[in-house]
């Protein structure tokens, strides 16, 4: 890869962008050294905006569900900076780089480059899979199904041991012990039915 290949960092980029002196020099900066994308693919939008919901609403164990809508905003404006164009992220939560990005308004100039549309479908996509996933994880039929998934793994974990044990212990009964058992169980049945 060459120098002109290399990706530029955003905040490397911002830092050129503050340094010139003329709008027009600026719009022609933007437009060469971010390389901004008018397109990418759909299955790429439907994942990333797949992961975007999924990352902003659980809690940090994932155990519960804590939508983080500053967190989508965030992932969101990331995924567009890391798609659409040859711009690099080196910071692990792109706090720094957004920051940088809107203070600058060059985040606003990238958004205008990016067709309208591209940028609408890419957030309907999002809106969709937040739909989705406030439906498959958060709505009274999802709540009961997790909870019936968490008794069922539980009394696997449980039940399998004692169902060992229990059968051991049937095994080893010879035919008095199993008359006792049946005689105590069919009295027990006979005052149920009374």
């Given at each position: 890869m060459d120098n002109q290949d290399k990706k530029m960092s955003v905040l490397e980029f911002v830092k050129g962008f503050e340094a010139l002196d003329a709008s027009d020099n600026k719009a022609k900066y933007i437009e060469k050294k971010a390389k901004i994308k008018q397109y990418i693919p759909y299955n790429l939008k439907q994942a990333l905006a797949s992961n975007i919901v999924q990352a902003s609403s659980w809690n940090t164990?994932?155990?519960?569900?804590?939508?983080?809508?500053?967190?989508?905003?965030?992932?969101?404006?990331?995924?567009?900076?890391?798609?659409?164009?040859?711009?690099?992220?080196?910071?692990?939560?792109?706090?720094?780089?957004?920051?940088?990005?809107?203070s600058s308004r060059i985040l606003e100039c990238i958004l205008a480059l990016i067709p309208e549309?591209?940028?609408?479908?890419?957030?309907?996509?999002?809106?969709?899979?937040?739909?989705?996933?406030?439906?498959?994880?958060?709505?009274?039929?999802?709540?009961?199904?997790?909870?019936?998934?968490?008794?069922?793994?539980?009394?696997?974990?449980?039940?399998?041991?004692?169902?060992?044990?229990?059968?051991?212990?049937?095994?080893?009964?010879?035919?008095?012990?199993?008359?006792?058992?049946a005689k105590k169980l069919d009295g027990i049945i006979n005052r149920v039915k009374k």
């Amino acid at each position: 890869m060459d120098n002109q290949d290399k990706k530029m960092s955003v905040l490397e980029f911002v830092k050129g962008f503050e340094a010139l002196d003329a709008s027009d020099n600026k719009a022609k900066y933007i437009e060469k050294k971010a390389k901004i994308k008018q397109y990418i693919p759909y299955n790429l939008k439907q994942a990333l905006a797949s992961n975007i919901v999924q990352a902003s609403s659980w809690n940090t164990d994932h155990t519960r569900i804590e939508i983080k809508s500053w967190c989508r905003h965030i992932l969101f404006i990331r995924a567009i900076i890391e798609n659409y164009t040859e711009l690099e992220i080196t910071s692990t939560d792109f706090l720094e780089e957004y920051d940088a990005l809107v203070s600058s308004r060059i985040l606003e100039c990238i958004l205008a480059l990016i067709p309208e549309n591209e940028i609408n479908d890419f957030k309907e996509m999002l809106d969709s899979a937040l739909d989705d996933f406030m439906t498959n994880e958060y709505e009274t039929r999802a709540f009961i199904r997790g909870q019936v998934n968490r008794v069922a793994t539980l009394l696997q974990e449980f039940a399998s041991p004692l169902i060992s044990q229990l059968s051991e212990k049937i095994n080893s009964f010879d035919e008095k012990d199993i008359a006792k058992i049946a005689k105590k169980l069919d009295g027990i049945i006979n005052r149920v039915k009374k």
